[in-house]
Structure formats: C-alpha cells, structure tokens
C-alpha cells in the first residue's frame, strides 16, 4: 500500500509540473506553491508594517510590565514625604524617583503585613536632594538604564529603512519609472516584438498603395540582404513616414515587420524624453544596442517630433530633448545599413524637424502616406467590413464618394459607427441607411432631436438650408445636393445641407469659386427675400466665402489688378490640407486697401447674382421650405424630382 501511495504521488506532481508547462506565462522552474501563496505574488503593504508595530508594543507590554498601585506626586509632596519619614527607600533612574513607605529589610521580612504604598515623581536636578535623603536616613539606590537591543534595532534601524523604502517606491510610482530595477532610467522602453507576430501584412493595407511600393524594397532587404550586397548597393538607414493624423503610418511600420519577419522594436518618441537630463540619451544608446544585437530587426520611431524638433529655434530650448536629438543623430552615424538594423520613423509635422535629420545618411528616404482617393477610400471599407454582416444594399463605392478628405482611421470610426446604429435599431446586420447616419454623424456631428426650436427660427432655418440647395442645383459646377436637414447637429449647428461630389477633384477653375462662393451667401439670401431681414445663422457661411475671395486675389492671382501675382498676405505652412500660419503682411497699405475692396466687391457682385436667382425661384424655395418644416429631412432624389417638377413652363 506504501509503495502505490508513492507512486500515486509522484504521478499527481508530474500532472501539476505538466500543467505549470502549459500556462499561458511560459514554463516554470518549479511547481506551483501549495497555500496562500499560490494565488499571487506577494506585495509589501503599509498594513503589515502597522501589525508588526502593533505586536511588538504587546511583546513589550507583556514582558516588561509596569507597577501597578503607583501614585504620581509633585517633586515638592515627594520631598514633604521624604522629610516626614514616610517615604523609607528611593529607586533613582534615569527619569524618575520611586519611593517606598518600607525598608528593605521590612520588604523581605515574611512575618510584616503592612501595605506598600509606592509614590513617584519626575526626576530634577537638585543638588541637595542626597544630602536630604541622608539626613531623613532614607535607603536609596540607583538603578542603570536597560536597554532592549532588540527593540533598538527595531526603532533605529528598521523601521526608519522600510519607511525610506515605502516612499522610494511610491515616488517612482510617481514618476513611472519602477520596473524590475528601480535603476532603470536608462534602459529603453520600447516594446519589442518578436518574428512575425505583428500580426500585419501588407495585404492588411489599403489606400496607400505607392508607400507599399517604397516599403517593398526594405522587406526585399532584409530578407534578402545579399541580394542587394553583392553588387555594391546601400539600403537606406532610416525611412521617414509622413502624412496625416489617422492615414496608416504605424500600420505600414507593423506591415514591413510582418512581411520580413524580423523582431520589431516600437517605442515613442516621448517616451525618451523625461525629467532627468540625460536619461533620453542612454535610452537611445540602449535601443541601439539592443537592435545590434538582435539584427536583422526594425526599429519604429512613433511621433519623430517629440525629439527631433529643429535646433534652430535657441529660445525656450530644451536641454534634454536637444541631448536625445543629438544622440540619436549619432547612433545614426554609427552603424552601418549593412547590419540589417532598419530604422522607420513616423512624424505628421516635418517642417519642424531637424535639417541634421533628414539629410541623407540619416533618414535617406521619406515616403508620403497622403490622404487616401476614391478607390482607396473603397479599399480601405472592404478590409474593416471584413468581419462585419453587410446587407446585400449596402454599396461601399457610394460610402467612399461621399467622404472626400477623410482618412483610414476615419474610414474605420465610420464602419463601426455604422455597426453600432445597426445594433441599437435592432437589426442583425449592417444596411446602406446604417451607413449614411453614421457618415453624417462623423461629418455633421450628433444628432440632437431634443433640442427644443421655437417656430420662427426653426422657419428661418428651412428657408436659409432651402438657399443653399436651390443656388447648388442652379449653379453650374456645383456639388450635387445629397441631402437637406433642419434637425439640429452638432455644436449649435441647427441644420445643414449635405453636398457630395461626384468625382475626385484636385483643381478649381475661377467659375467653380465662385460657384462656391454662390453656395455660401444662398442661405444668407433667402432669409432677406422671405423675411426681409437677415440673421446670424450665416456667419459661419461668410466665414468661407470671404477666404475664397480673397485666396482668389492673394494666393491664385485672379484678380484684375494684380492678376497672376502672388500677394502672401500670411506665412503659411501649407502640410496635408490644413495650416498653420503667422499674420504677416509683405505689401503696402495700398495693396492691402485694394484686397479688402476687390474681396467686398466680389462678395456683393456674388450676393446680386443669388438673390436674382432665387427671386426668380421663389415659388420652388417656399414649397421646398415648407416640404421640408413638414418632414425635416429631404434626400436628393425627392428633391430634384420638386425642382424639376416646379422648373416646368404650366406648373401648377
């Protein structure tokens, strides 16, 4: 029976050390703890040094007990009772004086019943107080001082260490810098992951087809480096990926990795940077070691210009960042491309970086990830409604074509917007109407179909969004109208009219500006042909149409006086579509009169032209306006089908 006991034994511990094999955390070198500390690690807390303290005073208490039946007496009551005889034999310490109403000799003598009675007080330096004790013929004795070493080594020692320890790990908590070593500050924090497991392909990429292209030769590289070698040829150190927010540029990084299968280091540019001057500089040292060491391998620079922001610019410098730049210049400098360690960077502000980056030998190549065209809008839908349940009317081109401008991760926001919709109508999958709310949602803002309208505006806003749809269909050129709404959106937006193009459009002639420009002043328009009087619901309106006239005269030279002349009238930094800009003038106040005129001049001429267009339509914009005070939202076929119908010589 023993020896099958045994055996039962070791075969149920080699069924846990199997299973310890199979955990998800890897392999361990010995078997799971039997008791409380199977389930976790054990963590210091405040609680437990509080417990221990608490114990040791009870210890004290039990061990070393204090006299009972003591009665604490002035200095000057204690020395009437020494004079009176009454007090008999003193104990003096270090602290305090115990007096005793008995001898030692009556203490020890077994037949006395008398009771003891114990007087004390807190000791003072008296010069006389021996003398007076000797003429009282009073017994006394001093008593040395014990320590307990146990307990000082508790007081003097430990506990201060365990504070200092407690608030040495709560300061790093702080500051996120605790890790395995306290001391790490040095070490790089990139995440680093191993061959092949980015999970990304470049068949997982859509839109940014001339990136892939420039991105294949560095997979084609590092898997085949000798390729490339053998007659002499240089891959480039250092790829700069720059586009726009949300176009895919970590994405394409994650898709090189995964296509050559190489281990991925991906980190920050923020996260070298931290309070300590010089701990960027060791955490690029680090990085590149550690790349060294694990080539061939990419390294993947997130947010370049945290970092590398130009030096030319003294005032308000930063000693750190300037210190990490400069490393990293080197690490750059000192490696050779033929090690196979490839550095990818991604930055969506490039004219503020570095010169001293982007030369070559650095960053040799940067590759544009722009905005995605209509058929990459297309791709990039089909690859996120993957895992998505479409309905068969669902029509990705007509989503693509109606969001021009937008990015990959807009694209996506979308797809899950619209999977959401779904869900909460209670549908068991996604429909093209899906669709549309959730583009108007992205684009338009949130509908808000509370929001309480008294009647007189909710009228002056059918007819101002009614101008807008009338002036675009009679314009030639112009967007065609998707849609009208009067339900309010977004921030203090109370309807809009919703234009897409039918084509991708990269130039404008002078006609379709001002097209545009006709569009923005129809809402503005209608208001004063209906009401007489106008309102603030077109600010934003003018917004536009004023910095389309005077970009004309400006910026595209469309003016008479200064026609083909550039009049820069800001610094512009034009990236992506969007500015960034200083006022600044480079003219006289002459040239700068004539703008103002020659854009109010355009302005009014453009107004002219709508109110006379709309007069004209009149009877179409009030049976439009009231359609749509009826039903508050017209889509483009029922429209067009009213224009038309209104449009016809014997209308009725």
């Known amino acids: 029976m023993s020896e099958k006991a045994d055996a039962s034994k070791k075969n149920g511990n080699k069924e846990c050390w199997e299973k310890c094999k199979s955990d998800k955390g890897g392999i361990r070198e010995k078997p799971p703890l039997i008791g409380p500390f199977n389930k976790g690690q ?57 007096g005793l109403t008995l001898t030692k000799e009556e203490i020890s003598s077994q037949t006395r019943e008398e009771p003891i009675y114990i007087y004390r007080t807190a000791k003072v330096e008296d010069p006389n107080f021996v003398e007076l004790l000797d003429s009282a013929g009073v017994e006394y004795y001093a008593v040395p001082q014990k320590s307990n070493p146990l307990l000082n080594l508790l007081l003097n020692w430990v506990v201060p260490i365990i504070f200092l320890i407690v608030i040495w790990r709560i300061l790093f908590k702080r500051i996120g810098t605790l890790g395995p070593d306290v001391m790490s500050f040095g070490r790089n924090r990139a995440q680093i992951v191993a061959e092949g497991e980015t999970g990304v392909r470049f068949s997982d990429v859509a839109g940014a087809d001339e990136a892939k292209m420039e991105l294949e030769e560095v997979v084609d590289f590092l898997k085949n480096p000798k390729r490339y070698t053998s007659i002499g040829g240089k891959i480039p150190k250092g790829v700069l990926l720059v586009g726009s927010p949300g176009t895919g540029k970590t994405l394409l990084a994650k898709a090189v990795a995964g296509e050559a299968g190489v281990p991925f280091f991906r980190m920050s540019g923020a996260d070298f940077v931290e309070m300590f001057v010089g701990v960027g500089a060791a955490r690029v040292r680090d990085l590149f070691r550690q790349a060294k060491e694990k080539a061939p391998c990419i390294i993947f620079i997130d947010e370049l210009d945290a970092i590398g922001k130009s030096r030319a610019n003294t005032i308000g410098s930063n000693d750190e960042r300037e210190q990490t730049l400069n490393q990293l210049l080197v690490e750059m400098d000192g490696f050779d491309s033929r090690t196979g360690v490839i550095i990818l960077a991604a930055t969506n502000r490039p004219e503020i970086l570095d010169p001293a980056l982007l030369r070559p030998g650095r960053f040799d190549r940067q590759v544009l ?10 791709a990039i839908l089909r690859i996120h409604t993957k895992g998505v ?22 694209l996506a926001n979308i797809v899950n917007e619209a999977a959401l919709l779904a869900v909460r109508n209670g549908k068991d999958r996604v429909f093209q109407e899906d669709f549309d709310a959730a583009i108007e949602k992205v684009i338009a803002g949130l509908e808000k179909k509370n929001r309480l309208i008294n009647p007189r505006e909710r009228r002056i806003v059918a007819f101002h969004e009614t101008g807008h749809a009338l002036v675009a269909f009679f314009t030639p050129g112009a967007d065609p109208v998707e ?19 039918t084509e991708e459009r990269f130039l404008m002639t002078r006609q379709e500006l001002l ?77 700068q009169q004539y703008i103002d005129e020659e854009t109010a001049r355009i302005i009014k001429e453009r107004y002219q032209i709508v109110l006379r267009t709309l007069t004209e339509n009149r009877e179409n914009l009030e049976k439009i306006a009231e359609r749509l005070l009826e039903v508050e939202t017209i889509q483009a076929d029922e429209f067009k089908k009213m224009v038309e119908r209104l449009s016809l010589p014997g209308k009725s």
């Not at 349940?389 to 807009?410: H, I, N, Q, W």
């Not at 849609?483 to 009219?497: C, E, F």
């Open 42 to 98: 054990f963590h210091f807390s405040i609680w437990y040094f509080i417990a221990a303290l608490v114990v040791i005073i009870l210890l004290n208490m039990l061990f070393f007990p204090t006299l009972e039946n003591v009665t604490t007496v002035e200095y000057s009551k204690f020395k009437e009772l020494v004079k009176s005889g009454e007090i008999k034999r003193i104990e003096i310490r270090e602290s305090y004086y115990t």
């Open 369 to 378: 990830v722009d905005k995605p065209d209509l058929n990459g809008r297309e």
């Open 389 to 410: 349940k479409l309905d068969e009317s669902v029509d990705l081109k007509k989503v693509a074509r109606a969001t021009p401008g937008l990015v990959g991760a807009d």
């Open 483 to 501: 849609k009208i709404s009067i339900v309010p959106r977004g921030l203090g937006a109370l309807g809009y009219t919703l234009q897409l193009p």
């Open 515 to 591: 097209g545009k420009i006709d569009v923005l002043l129809g809402g503005r328009a209608a208001e004063e042909i209906i009401f007489r009087e106008v309102s603030t619901g077109a600010a934003n309106d003018l917004v536009k149409a004023t910095d389309i006239a005077k970009k004309m005269i400006t910026e595209y030279g469309m003016s008479e006086r200064f026609n083909n002349v550039y009049l820069p009238y800001r610094k512009s930094s034009l990236f992506m579509g969007e500015e960034q800009y200083a006022v600044a003038r480079e003219y006289s106040e002459a040239t």
